[in-house]
């Protein structure tokens, strides 16, 4: 009887911790539900061994995600699996066994707010794997450097490294890959490394090899607006919570963890700082500034049914703080949503993946348009059940349908567009 009552008593905080309020349309709520209970669990484990001193927090979780998901590079009948090295980063390299001479190239970088995850994870090496023998492509999947240890630029420095070494000639060479037939692409943080490497690749003279295509998978691009519709309708809704994303841009990038309010406040982005940050520019930062705001001007950039419930925080006033002690916020290298048409208008034709619920929406649909308005070709793949992280979740164990979904437009858009 006393067993049955615990018992009963356990389930129920069990499921008290596991159930959470999810928007109706959201695909496979209840997957959701425990994926987000158990990473929610994993979050909470890392903070207190963080503030007890114990280790840095993304040291657990990394050393969790490298314990429940990565798996060795195992070759199949189809695909060779190899870890290696491109441009001196470590890559895992997928190439299929048969096929025609020439293979198509991808370079892709796995997601992680900069500081999580890896090319070793059965997530990214499952993708890989079926972008492999699906596209008949030999994929370099990059395990760029992680914050803490990496801050901004050593991410991106790792990133377009590996790229520029990809588009090399010898490495196309000795993988059997055309030259003609590149995509650079990743999901999230990747997402954001992919189109950052895109834009400094194809407005680069001196390079005989170009991407014919960069692949973006709901994509992190700007760090300015904590009040897009999509992170006001979302704040609340897993895998990725609004502080969470604010909390990694700050690890990215530098920041001390203190201006997390101030950037959840849209303070560090208000009209007096950037001002500010103009006038104070220097050479190797190009003048952003107040020139930004048109960049994200969600109003003018998102169609009206997406923002007619929502309300700008532009404010007059704020804090400089943050623009003073992390001035790459306004580095287009970091936030790729900033930059010029006129550097726009090189990049490659775009696809871009968008989840409905995910605070990360309205970053990757202002950069559909303002690829657009640049006059670069553009697929818009938007999920009305999607989440963010469904694509890296379409593999066992979680088999994630709108996850799958997702993949396999992604795949056939590459298999057309490639
Ligand atoms: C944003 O765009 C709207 C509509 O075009 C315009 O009225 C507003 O002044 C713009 N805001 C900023 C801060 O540029
Ligand atoms: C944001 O700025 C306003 C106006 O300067 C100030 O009243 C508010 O306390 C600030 N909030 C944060 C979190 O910094």
Redesign the pocket.
């Known amino acids: 009887m006393r067993l049955r009552l615990a018992g009963a008593v356990l389930l129920a905080a069990a499921s008290y911790y596991v159930y959470l309020p999810l928007p109706s349309g959201v695909s496979e709520p209840w997957k959701l539900m425990l994926l987000d209970a158990l990473i929610r669990g994993f979050m909470r484990a890392s903070d207190v061994a963080h503030a007890l001193g114990v280790c840095h927090r993304l040291h657990l979780l990394n050393r969790v995600v490298s314990w429940v998901e990565e798996v060795e590079p195992r070759s199949c009948s189809a695909v060779h699996v190899s870890d290696s090295s491109l441009g001196g980063v470590p890559a895992r390299v997928f190439r299929p066994k048969a096929g025609r001479r020439l293979k198509r190239g991808v370079i892709y970088f796995h997601g992680g707010g900069w500081a999580l995850g890896s090319a070793r994870m059965r997530a990214y090496d499952s993708l890989c794997r079926k972008m492999a023998e699906d596209l008949d492509s030999v994929v370099m999947s990059v395990d760029y450097r992680l914050a803490p240890e990496a801050v901004f630029p050593d991410q991106y420095h790792d990133a377009l490294a590996a790229a520029r070494a990809f588009l090399s000639a010898p490495v196309l060479e000795r993988h059997g890959i055309d030259p003609e037939r590149l995509c650079v692409s990743g999901d999230s943080a990747g997402g954001n490394l992919a189109a950052a490497v895109a834009q400094e690749l194809s407005s680069d003279d001196a390079l005989p090899v170009k991407f014919k295509v960069q692949a973006l998978i709901y994509p992190v691009l700007q760090a300015l607006d904590f009040h897009t519709p999509s992170y006001q309708q979302n704040r609340a809704v897993p895998i990725l919570y609004r502080p969470v994303m604010a909390r990694f841009w700050l690890q990215y990038l530098g920041g001390d963890a203190s201006l997390e309010?101030?950037l959840?406040?849209n303070?560090h982005s208000?009209l007096e700082p950037l001002l500010l940050a103009n006038n104070h520019s220097s050479l190797d930062q190009p003048a952003i500034g107040a020139g930004a705001c048109s960049k994200l001007n969600w109003t003018a950039l998102l169609p009206a049914e997406r923002t007619e419930r929502f309300r700008p925080a532009t404010?007059e006033?704020?804090?400089s703080r943050a623009m003073a002690a992390v001035p790459a916020l306004l580095d287009v290298r970091a936030a790729p949503l900033l930059a010029e048409l006129g550097a726009l208008a090189a990049a490659p034709r775009a696809y871009v993946m968008t989840c409905e619920f995910d605070v990360l929406r309205d970053d990757g649909l202002m950069y559909v348009r303002r690829l657009r308005d640049a006059g670069v070709p553009v697929t818009s793949d938007h999920y009305e059940d999607g989440f963010h992280g469904c694509m890296a979740f379409a593999f066992a164990p979680v088999w994630s349908s709108v996850g799958r979904k997702s993949a396999d437009n992604y795949v056939r858009w590459l298999d057309q567009n490639l």
Do not use: D, I
Request: proline residues 10%; positive net charge.
């Open positions: 309010p101030l959840l406040a303070n208000s404010r006033t704020g804090s």
